[in-house]
């Protein structure tokens, strides 16, 4: 196979960003464990002290802004790299066609473009005139522009959902 190496680096890559996925759901289940968090207060992890963690996850309100502060991360950071790098990959093998045919492309793009606005939907021309978007019965709709994305549209288990059908994806492309 001519892309061979890229393809290689292309799974080692979403492997990556799934393991991450996990992690980040593994580490919000241990903040919510009171044992875990207790051992937080007095210790570091490479140097960086961890006691003022610790406090504020003893905290119930604190501990629960923490967390969904954490998960938006990691749901951010996983709806980004996912795009980039089967976009970029994509792009160096010649299939970009076949990607924009997959029913998920433009609407994890559209989710993309707004993790870097805050999670709001920041519509271009080119957005507008594809809309709506439907993926596994959630919708984007032109009404959304300037719209904050919530966990109604895309929620922690749809970016489960898309991080399967990529990795579907991944495996049957050349």
């Known amino acids: 196979?001519?892309?061979?190496?890229?393809?290689?680096?292309?799974i080692a890559d979403f492997n990556s960003i799934r393991n991450n996925y996990y992690l980040t759901y593994g580490s919000a289940y241990l903040m919510n464990n009171k044992e875990c968090t207790e051992n937080l207060i007095g210790n570091s992890y490479q140097t960086?002290?961890?006691?003022a963690l610790g406090i504020n996850l003893r905290d119930?309100?604190?501990?629960?802004?923490?967390?969904?502060?954490?998960l938006k991360s990691g749901l951010r950071t996983t709806i980004r790299e996912l795009f980039e790098v089967i976009h970029v990959y994509c792009k160096q093998t010649?299939?970009?066609?076949?990607?924009?045919?997959?029913?998920?492309?433009?609407?994890?793009?559209?989710l993309r473009n707004a993790t870097a606005h805050d999670f709001r939907f920041v519509f271009q021309k080119k957005d507008i005139e594809i809309l709506p978007?439907?993926?596994n019965e959630r919708t984007i709709t032109k009404k959304m522009n300037q719209s904050h994305v919530t966990l109604h549209l895309f929620s922690y288990?749809?970016?489960?959902?898309i991080i399967n059908e990529i990795e579907r994806f991944v495996n049957e492309i050349e």
């Open 1 to 10: 196979m001519i892309y061979e190496d890229l393809k290689h680096s292309l």
């Open 94 to 110: 010649n299939q970009t066609e076949k990607l924009k045919q997959t029913d998920w492309f433009h609407f994890i793009r559209l």
């Open 48 to 51: 960086i002290d961890l006691t």
């Open 60 to 70: 119930k309100t604190g501990k629960e802004i923490l967390i969904e502060c954490f």
């Open 133 to 135: 978007i439907t993926w």
């Open 157 to 161: 288990q749809d970016c489960w959902k």
